[in-house]
Protein backbone atom coordinates (compact mmCIF):
# COMPACT_ATOMS: atom_id res chain seq x y z
CA UNK A 1 0.00 0.00 0.00
CA UNK A 2 0.90 3.65 -0.80
CA UNK A 3 1.94 5.63 2.41
CA UNK A 4 3.05 9.42 2.17
CA UNK A 5 5.79 11.21 4.96
CA UNK A 6 6.21 14.42 5.62
CA UNK A 7 8.55 16.32 8.20
CA UNK A 8 9.09 18.48 10.08
CA UNK A 9 5.54 17.59 12.06
CA UNK A 10 5.80 21.34 13.18
CA UNK A 11 8.59 24.00 12.96
CA UNK A 12 9.18 27.48 14.34
CA UNK A 13 11.31 29.98 12.90
CA UNK A 14 12.22 33.42 12.73
CA UNK A 15 11.67 35.87 10.05
CA UNK A 16 14.34 35.78 7.15
CA UNK A 17 15.28 32.63 8.20
CA UNK A 18 15.86 29.55 5.41
CA UNK A 19 13.16 26.71 5.10
CA UNK A 20 13.42 22.51 3.96
CA UNK A 21 10.26 20.94 4.13
CA UNK A 22 10.18 17.15 3.29
CA UNK A 23 8.02 15.26 1.67
CA UNK A 24 8.19 11.35 0.34
CA UNK A 25 5.74 9.10 -1.00
CA UNK A 26 5.87 4.83 -0.87
CA UNK A 27 4.69 1.81 -2.65
CA UNK A 28 4.05 4.00 -6.21
CA UNK A 29 6.01 5.07 -8.92
CA UNK A 30 6.10 8.42 -10.72
CA UNK A 31 3.07 10.32 -8.92
CA UNK A 32 1.91 13.17 -9.49
CA UNK A 33 2.96 15.56 -5.89
CA UNK A 34 1.69 18.29 -4.89
CA UNK A 35 2.14 20.87 -1.89
CA UNK A 36 -0.62 22.94 -0.66
CA UNK A 37 -1.02 26.05 1.96
CA UNK A 38 -4.06 25.88 4.38
CA UNK A 39 -4.99 28.92 6.23
CA UNK A 40 -6.44 27.81 9.94
CA UNK A 41 -10.19 25.88 9.22
CA UNK A 42 -10.03 27.17 5.76
CA UNK A 43 -9.66 25.58 2.12
CA UNK A 44 -6.42 24.32 0.26
CA UNK A 45 -4.05 26.89 -1.79
CA UNK A 46 -1.98 24.91 -4.12
CA UNK A 47 1.65 26.39 -4.05
CA UNK A 48 3.56 23.93 -6.31
CA UNK A 49 2.78 20.50 -8.42
CA UNK A 50 5.10 18.18 -9.93
CA UNK A 51 4.73 15.68 -12.82
CA UNK A 52 7.96 14.32 -12.72
CA UNK A 53 11.84 14.35 -11.47
CA UNK A 54 12.79 18.15 -12.03
CA UNK A 55 9.54 19.13 -13.42
CA UNK A 56 7.78 21.87 -11.13
CA UNK A 57 4.77 23.41 -11.69
CA UNK A 58 4.32 26.82 -9.72
CA UNK A 59 1.03 28.28 -9.22
CA UNK A 60 1.49 30.99 -7.02
CA UNK A 61 4.46 33.78 -7.29
CA UNK A 62 6.50 33.97 -4.04
CA UNK A 63 9.23 33.44 -2.02
CA UNK A 64 9.00 29.68 -1.69
CA UNK A 65 10.42 27.24 -4.20
CA UNK A 66 10.17 23.67 -4.48
CA UNK A 67 12.45 20.55 -6.17
CA UNK A 68 11.95 16.89 -7.21
CA UNK A 69 14.94 15.56 -7.20
CA UNK A 70 13.98 12.03 -6.93
CA UNK A 71 10.83 10.15 -8.54
CA UNK A 72 9.33 10.44 -4.59
CA UNK A 73 10.63 12.95 -3.06
CA UNK A 74 9.23 16.65 -2.98
CA UNK A 75 11.09 19.29 -1.34
CA UNK A 76 9.01 22.56 -0.39
CA UNK A 77 12.05 25.79 0.40
CA UNK A 78 12.82 29.22 1.35
CA UNK A 79 15.98 31.42 1.30
CA UNK A 80 14.16 33.93 3.46
CA UNK A 81 10.58 33.39 5.59
CA UNK A 82 8.49 36.11 5.95
CA UNK A 83 5.66 36.35 8.57
CA UNK A 84 3.23 35.56 5.81
CA UNK A 85 4.97 31.78 5.32
CA UNK A 86 3.03 30.91 8.55
CA UNK A 87 0.61 28.45 7.92
CA UNK A 88 -0.65 24.51 7.63
CA UNK A 89 1.83 22.90 4.58
CA UNK A 90 0.19 19.49 3.05
CA UNK A 91 2.37 17.22 0.28
CA UNK A 92 -0.20 15.36 -1.35
CA UNK A 93 0.32 12.58 -4.09
CA UNK A 94 -2.16 11.70 -7.11
CA UNK A 95 -2.05 8.97 -9.78
CA UNK A 96 -4.62 8.09 -12.25
CA UNK A 97 -7.11 10.48 -14.25
CA UNK A 98 -9.41 11.41 -11.70
CA UNK A 99 -6.61 12.52 -9.44
CA UNK A 100 -7.65 12.18 -6.44
CA UNK A 101 -5.40 13.58 -3.71
CA UNK A 102 -3.54 11.07 -1.15
CA UNK A 103 -2.36 13.78 1.52
CA UNK A 104 0.97 13.82 4.22
CA UNK A 105 -0.09 14.37 7.98
CA UNK A 106 1.11 18.18 7.05
CA UNK A 107 3.58 20.39 8.88
CA UNK A 108 2.31 23.12 11.15
CA UNK A 109 4.91 26.16 10.41
CA UNK A 110 5.15 29.48 12.63
CA UNK A 111 7.26 32.53 11.76
CA UNK A 112 7.84 34.44 14.26
CA UNK B 1 -10.39 30.27 -12.77
CA UNK B 2 -12.89 27.70 -11.45
CA UNK B 3 -14.81 28.82 -8.33
CA UNK B 4 -15.80 26.62 -5.25
CA UNK B 5 -18.40 27.68 -3.10
CA UNK B 6 -19.32 25.78 -0.01
CA UNK B 7 -22.27 26.36 2.08
CA UNK B 8 -23.02 26.69 5.22
CA UNK B 9 -19.07 27.66 6.24
CA UNK B 10 -19.83 26.48 9.85
CA UNK B 11 -23.08 24.26 11.07
CA UNK B 12 -22.84 22.76 14.22
CA UNK B 13 -25.70 20.56 15.51
CA UNK B 14 -26.66 18.12 17.98
CA UNK B 15 -26.02 13.92 17.39
CA UNK B 16 -28.88 12.29 15.62
CA UNK B 17 -29.61 15.50 13.53
CA UNK B 18 -29.54 15.45 9.41
CA UNK B 19 -27.59 18.22 7.56
CA UNK B 20 -26.71 18.91 4.28
CA UNK B 21 -23.70 20.80 2.75
CA UNK B 22 -23.39 21.85 -0.32
CA UNK B 23 -20.53 23.03 -2.75
CA UNK B 24 -21.47 25.12 -5.80
CA UNK B 25 -20.27 26.56 -9.24
CA UNK B 26 -20.80 28.55 -12.06
CA UNK B 27 -17.71 25.89 -14.19
CA UNK B 28 -18.98 22.62 -15.41
CA UNK B 29 -16.74 19.72 -13.80
CA UNK B 30 -15.59 16.36 -15.15
CA UNK B 31 -15.73 15.04 -11.71
CA UNK B 32 -16.20 16.02 -8.06
CA UNK B 33 -14.30 14.79 -4.33
CA UNK B 34 -15.03 14.91 -1.28
CA UNK B 35 -12.63 15.09 1.32
CA UNK B 36 -13.37 14.98 5.32
CA UNK B 37 -10.29 16.87 7.35
CA UNK B 38 -9.53 16.78 11.49
CA UNK B 39 -7.56 19.11 13.16
CA UNK B 40 -3.80 18.68 12.46
CA UNK B 41 -4.24 15.79 10.02
CA UNK B 42 -4.25 15.90 6.21
CA UNK B 43 -7.67 15.40 4.45
CA UNK B 44 -8.79 12.10 3.38
CA UNK B 45 -10.90 11.45 0.17
CA UNK B 46 -14.24 10.15 1.17
CA UNK B 47 -15.80 9.78 -2.34
CA UNK B 48 -15.27 10.80 -5.95
CA UNK B 49 -18.35 11.50 -8.15
CA UNK B 50 -17.78 11.75 -11.92
CA UNK B 51 -21.63 11.46 -13.56
CA UNK B 52 -24.22 14.11 -13.37
CA UNK B 53 -26.88 13.33 -11.76
CA UNK B 54 -24.91 10.32 -9.48
CA UNK B 55 -25.31 9.55 -6.02
CA UNK B 56 -23.19 7.63 -4.21
CA UNK B 57 -23.59 6.58 -0.25
CA UNK B 58 -21.56 5.82 2.16
CA UNK B 59 -23.11 4.52 5.37
CA UNK B 60 -24.79 7.25 6.63
CA UNK B 61 -23.29 9.98 4.15
CA UNK B 62 -24.93 10.49 1.11
CA UNK B 63 -23.16 12.36 -2.16
CA UNK B 64 -25.00 13.71 -5.47
CA UNK B 65 -23.61 15.33 -8.99
CA UNK B 66 -25.61 18.11 -10.24
CA UNK B 67 -27.14 16.81 -13.13
CA UNK B 68 -25.76 19.88 -14.95
CA UNK B 69 -22.05 18.69 -13.11
CA UNK B 70 -21.88 22.17 -11.47
CA UNK B 71 -22.92 21.54 -7.98
CA UNK B 72 -22.69 18.71 -5.49
CA UNK B 73 -24.42 17.79 -1.67
CA UNK B 74 -23.37 15.79 0.47
CA UNK B 75 -26.04 14.17 2.96
CA UNK B 76 -24.99 13.42 6.63
CA UNK B 77 -27.75 11.40 8.09
CA UNK B 78 -28.25 10.63 11.83
CA UNK B 79 -24.45 12.37 12.82
CA UNK B 80 -22.16 11.09 15.60
CA UNK B 81 -19.75 12.94 17.14
CA UNK B 82 -17.52 11.22 14.87
CA UNK B 83 -18.59 13.25 11.90
CA UNK B 84 -16.69 16.11 12.98
CA UNK B 85 -14.29 17.54 10.85
CA UNK B 86 -13.78 20.14 8.45
CA UNK B 87 -15.48 19.10 4.78
CA UNK B 88 -13.86 19.53 1.60
CA UNK B 89 -15.06 19.46 -1.84
CA UNK B 90 -12.73 20.08 -5.18
CA UNK B 91 -13.87 19.93 -8.45
CA UNK B 92 -12.05 18.40 -11.48
CA UNK B 93 -11.50 20.81 -14.88
CA UNK B 94 -9.84 19.33 -18.28
CA UNK B 95 -9.33 21.48 -20.91
CA UNK B 96 -7.37 19.75 -23.62
CA UNK B 97 -4.22 17.85 -21.85
CA UNK B 98 -4.50 20.71 -19.00
CA UNK B 99 -5.60 19.34 -15.03
CA UNK B 100 -7.36 21.75 -12.99
CA UNK B 101 -8.07 20.53 -9.26
CA UNK B 102 -10.14 23.38 -7.40
CA UNK B 103 -10.90 23.32 -3.67
CA UNK B 104 -13.92 24.55 -2.17
CA UNK B 105 -13.14 26.69 1.46
CA UNK B 106 -14.44 24.23 3.46
CA UNK B 107 -17.90 23.89 5.79
CA UNK B 108 -16.85 23.11 9.47
CA UNK B 109 -19.10 20.47 10.85
CA UNK B 110 -19.53 20.68 14.62
CA UNK B 111 -21.69 17.08 16.36
CA UNK B 112 -22.21 17.84 19.59
CA UNK B 113 -23.13 14.51 21.66
Known amino acids: SQTIHQWPATLVQPVGSPLSLECTVE??????LYWYRQAAGRGLQLLFY??????ISSEVPQNLSASRPQDRQFILSSKKLLLSDSGFYLC???????????FGPGTRLTVT | TQLLEQSPQFLSIQEGENLTVYCNSS?????LQWYRQEPGEGPVLLVT?????EVKKLKRLTFQFGDARKDSSLHITAAQPGDTGLYLC?????????????FGSGTQLTVLP
Open chain 1, 92 to 102: AWSAGQLYEQY
Open chain 1, 27 to 32: GTSNPN
Open chain 1, 50 to 55: SVGIGQ
Open chain 2, 27 to 31: SVFSS
Open chain 2, 49 to 53: VVTGG
Open chain 2, 90 to 102: AGLAISGSARQLT
